[in-house]
């Protein structure tokens, strides 16, 4: 088996002459173009056999993620599958793809992501099916080369492409308001993704290059004063993208007013590269500026985690509700990652993934629910577990995911992260296990509101889950109590970033002045 | 034939011979106006004979390239620079004029004038894009603007002439600027030439080595003529007219407007300034990004509440050349360079967006208001498709075209340290995405407003149209490749 598998991936290496990543990402996008293309020619039977051919186009790039994989070598630090070629010569920007293991795994969560949302979308989306699915699908491809540039103009032309298919996502199949939320969505994060390109241009003109490896070596060696605007610009454009409570308005209407598929690819996929971007920009090429601001984004992710969360507790809209409840979430990935100890990172990537399969399998229940009853108002639900037991349970497993309960992949990301904080500051720890609390009181709330108590007259008409809602369900259901049963799968190969990003932070703290650090930070590690 | 007439011209043994292109065009745009009189298979396809004698003079200027650089006594030089420029020029102009056969099947008798006196233009623009000498580019001016006031004000609208007699009396005013600004520095330097003005600074330099003052009056007339320049380029606050000419002209002289007369001016404002007062950089600069950042406001902030399609290209394009100016008002190579990816690439996006207008005002349902294009999607595939790839570029959004031409920009800009002004021109750049994305949802997100006809569209304009498409879309691979070319020719510019 294990030598089936190698020969299959040689042959796949040396179809595409060892390009492989460059494939994984344009596959999918040339795809897209050519199925977009072809589909204003209205028959019936090239509707058809569209659909199938992007349905098969998105499972042939989640294999292809697989094979990739396993061919992975965990035990090195640096980046792999590296393609590089000369771009634009006259500023030193590189065609610069490798993923490590933080990629990978993100890159294996999208594909995993945007393959279930095209198998769902195909039967729930009645409208220009073929086009929802080709936006997806070349969606799927800009976000693997968002996570696989290694060069940081070449990381920004992806990030920023990402918005589009989105847009149009947002705009053409979403809900009531859906022309505001496209909007907001589209020029909030373009303002801050212009934020990230002066700073990206300042740093590629001063250093030289446009490497990210390169720009680790020479950026932190900047004075701390520059350093902290640079990391002020890039703040700026991840906050948004992440987002963090300043910045977050933008995420509560794009969710709702977003189709299923949508909401399920902006919280389980585009949340994260926000995420990414700290890990891969603001920690390792700008060292000195996020030891500084360490405590600043702590409490901030302190904020966001009791204010998202406080605030869920009063929606009456699910989807605003998940939505607020993801932002509580990736207030410990931010807490975790400038937590700047090796649990605390580990924990913020393990939350990642794990906010990634659990935000998107919450979004597709709703969906699920969407399609039978036709709203999204808690108000409209009761007893649903009565006709649904399959979906109840399905919930339950999300829910309690949500919640972090142990046995479920959400309790070790945030499990790792608190192990972190405290270690910084027990003050810290204790606010942030207050938002574990209080993402209990209004998950539950929710799943006994909407699942439990008498079933409504209204509601007695729906069937349980389809056979294809199950197949999507269900591969996440697994992953996340796997996950939670066996973390070492992945925490494993976590070892090596978290370590490589704990010992940057070290020597740029021992070679640095004081005057980098906060006084509250007593120094104990 | 052509070969033979290139050698009689060389016979004259003053430079003559380079300028072919300009005497080949102008001789037969002469001829033509006296044959289209009288024959009406002339008339019918003057648009076709203006296109093939284009072709004609853009390969007399490609053979042209490699070559040593001509001039006529140095009052005209012909080197890479102006030989390219020309070649673009000339491109925007055969793309635009290719389009009078979609504008014949609306209005039957389209005067045969028009395309003709649009090729005089042109004659100008490349005579003033040569020259190197202010009395000269002057000419050159004239030439290029007096056929435009007649282009612009033709029609039976209201708007039409009220739009002629705008854009004739404030280009007539700067016109009347330039000649003070020409016939003061001829004051002091007894000469018009460029090199010769250009001299006059450094003669005082090294005459008076401590306390330097520049005569105020020599001042006064670099701003009068910058502002008359910027006058042509419609930079903010001069730009007053562009609104209400770009909306009340026909739009097949639109499509000129904004491409061709963009070009010329742009070139002659970076042949005068970056030649002639090369060294007056100190004082011109601070005028150029002044009226940069008061463009790019206007630019975005303007647009914001049109309804009209073309007020709000006239907008944009008040918007771009606030970008145009900043980079000219870089002084190093890398700030030259991409204004002129820039100038380039907006010509290209103009030139799509005035295309599809064009196809669609085919239709009688169609009033140029922006909410005619309602669900324009579901009608015309192609012609959204087309808008929706221009409007992405035109706001900065990777990976195409547009992104990179402002990427350049914001580079050169760190590279002088000045950080304030890239934040305001980021700032902008997202005011602006807005009027761009609106135009995308109304064509996508809005249900159909009313049934717009299929259009035909000729195949030839399809190829123009694929053409510049897939520069957008591409361009992000071959962006190596045109940083290289222009590099190549910019060293005649910056050395001169």
């Known amino acids: 088996m294990n030598l089936f598998i190698v020969n299959l991936c040689n042959f796949f290496n040396e179809l595409v002459g060892g390009a492989l990543l460059s494939c994984h990402i344009f596959f999918p996008i040339i795809c897209a173009f050519i199925s977009l293309a072809l589909s204003r020619y209205q028959r019936i039977q090239r509707s058809r056999s569209l659909k199938v051919v992007v349905l098969l186009a998105s499972l042939l790039n989640l294999f292809l993620s697989m094979l990739i994989a396993w061919q992975f070598d965990y035990e090195k630090g640096s980046f792999q599958f590296v393609e590089k070629q000369m771009w634009i010569m006259d500023y030193n920007l590189s065609y610069n793809l490798g993923i490590d293991v933080l990629s990978l795994y993100l890159i294996m969560l999208s594909n995993l992501l945007t393959t279930l949302c095209i198998f769902s979308s195909l039967r729930s989306v009645k409208n220009k099916t073929v086009e929802f699915v080709s936006l997806i699908l070349m969606l799927q491809g800009l976000i693997i080369g968002v996570f696989a540039s290694v060069d940081i103009i070449l990381f920004y032309v992806f990030f920023e492409s990402v918005l589009i298919p989105m847009f149009f996502i947002i705009g053409i199949w979403g809900g009531k308001n859906k022309v505001y939320a496209a909007f907001k969505f589209f020029l909030y994060t373009f303002l801050g993704s212009l934020c990230f390109l002066i700073a990206a241009a300042y740093m590629v003109i001063s250093a030289g290059t446009g490497d990210i490896i390169e720009l680790q070596s020479q950026v932190p060696f900047y004075d701390l004063e520059m350093q902290c605007w640079l990391w002020g610009a890039l703040f700026v454009a991840f906050a948004i993208k992440i987002p963090m409570v300043p910045f977050h308005t933008w995420l509560p209407d794009a969710h709702v007013q977003a189709p299923t598929a949508g909401s399920v690819l902006l919280a389980g996929v585009l949340l994260k590269i926000g995420g990414y971007g700290f890990l891969r920009f603001s920690l390792p090429i700008l060292p000195g500026a996020s030891i500084y601001f360490a405590d600043f984004m702590i409490i901030l992710s302190i904020i966001a985690v009791i204010y998202a969360s406080i605030v869920a507790l009063m929606q009456t809209d699910i989807k605003k509700m998940i939505a607020y409840s993801s932002i509580a979430h990736m207030g410990y990935v931010t807490a975790g990652i400038f937590a700047l100890n090796q649990q605390g990172i580990d924990g913020a990537i393990f939350t990642m993934v794990s906010h990634g399969l659990i935000s998107g399998a919450l979004f597709f229940c709703i969906g699920i629910l969407y399609e039978r009853v036709q709203t999204k108002e808690i108000s409209a639900y009761s007893g649903v577990a009565v006709k649904m037991p399959l979906l109840a349970m399905l919930f339950m497993v999300f829910t309690m995911a949500s919640i972090a309960l142990p046995l479920t992949s959400g309790f070790v990301g945030e499990f790792l992260v608190l192990c972190g904080i405290f270690k910084i500051n027990k003050l810290y720890g204790f606010l942030l296990s207050l938002g574990m609390i209080l993402g209990a009181s209004y998950m539950l709330w929710l799943y006994a509101r909407v699942m439990f108590y008498s079933l409504k007259p209204n509601l007695s008409k729906i069937r349980d889950l389809y056979f294809y809602e199950k197949i999507v369900l269900t591969p996440i259901a697994v992953l996340i109590v796997l996950l939670g049963i066996m973390p070492n799968f992945i925490t494993k190969n976590l070892y090596i970033i978290s370590k490589n990003f704990e010992d940057h932070i070290e020597i740029m703290k021992n070679n640095a002045p004081d005057k980098m650090y906060y006084k509250i930070r007593g120094g104990n590690n | ?496």
Not at chain 2, 149 to 154: P, R
Not at chain 2, 287 to 301: E, H, K, R
């Open chain 2, 1 to 496: 034939m052509l070969a033979f007439f290139i050698s009689w011209l060389t016979t004259f043994s003053c430079g003559v011979e380079n300028l072919a292109p300009e005497i080949v065009i102008s001789l037969f745009s002469l001829v033509a106006l006296l044959f289209c009189c009288y024959i009406k298979f002339f008339r019918e396809n003057i648009c076709y004979f203006i296109a093939i004698i284009c072709v004609v003079a853009v390969s007399l200027l490609c053979n042209r390239i490699g070559s040593v650089p001509g001039s006529i006594g140095n009052v005209m030089v012909f080197n890479d620079f102006t030989n390219v420029f020309k070649i673009i020029l000339l491109s925007s102009f055969i793309f635009n004029i290719l389009h009078i056969s979609i504008v014949k099947k609306t209005q039957e008798n389209y005067p045969f004038e028009i395309p003709i006196l649009l090729s005089f233009s042109i004659v100008g623009m490349m005579f003033a894009i040569d020259s190197n000498d202010f009395l000269l580019l002057y000419l050159g001016l004239e030439l290029m603007s007096l056929p435009l006031y007649v282009a612009v004000a033709y029609g039976k609208d209201p708007k039409n002439n009220e739009a002629g007699l705008k854009f004739f009396i404030l280009g007539a005013l700067s016109s009347a600027l330039y000649l003070f600004g020409v016939s003061m520095i001829y004051g002091f330097t007894q000469s018009t030439h460029f090199s010769i003005v250009g001299d006059y600074y450094v003669d005082l330099v090294n005459a008076i080595e401590v306390d330097l003052k520049i005569p105020i009056a020599f001042l006064i007339a670099l701003v009068l003529i910058t502002v008359s320049l910027f006058f042509k380029i419609s930079a903010a606050p001069f730009h007053m007219w562009t609104p209400d000419v770009y909306q009340g002209s026909s739009t097949l002289v639109t499509m000129f407007l904004a491409s061709s007369s963009k070009i010329a001016a742009v070139v002659i404002l970076m042949n005068v300034l970056c030649i002639a007062f090369v060294d007056l950089i100190d004082q011109w600069k601070q005028i150029t990004m002044l009226c940069a950042v008061l463009s790019l406001l206007v630019g975005s902030l303007g647009g914001l509440f049109q309804k009209n399609i073309k007020r709000l290209l006239s907008y944009s394009a008040i918007n771009h050349i606030g970008f145009i100016l900043i980079a000219i008002s870089m002084d190093t190579f890398y700030g030259v360079a991409s204004g002129i990816i820039y100038i380039v690439f907006y010509v290209m996006v103009n030139l799509l967006i005035f295309s599809c207008i064009l196809n669609l005002e085919q239709n009688k349902n169609y009033h140029n208001n922006m909410f005619d294009l309602a669900g324009l999607a579901g009608s015309h595939k192609i012609l959204s498709f087309a808008i929706m790839i221009g409007m992405l570029s035109m706001a900065g959004i990777p990976p195409f075209a547009g992104f990179f031409a402002k990427f350049y920009v914001i580079t050169s800009i760190m590279q002088q340290e000045l950080y304030h002004l890239a934040i305001f021109v980021v700032a902008t750049s997202v005011v602006s995405c807005y009027y761009y994305l609106r135009i995308i949802k109304v064509i996508y997100f809005d249900p159909i407003n009313y049934e717009l006809d299929r259009n035909k569209i000729p195949v030839l304009i399809k190829l123009m149209l694929l053409f510049v498409v897939v520069f957008n879309l591409g361009y992000a691979l071959i962006a190596d490749q045109m940083f290289l070319i222009i590099e190549q020719f910019i060293h005649s510019l910056i050395s001169d």
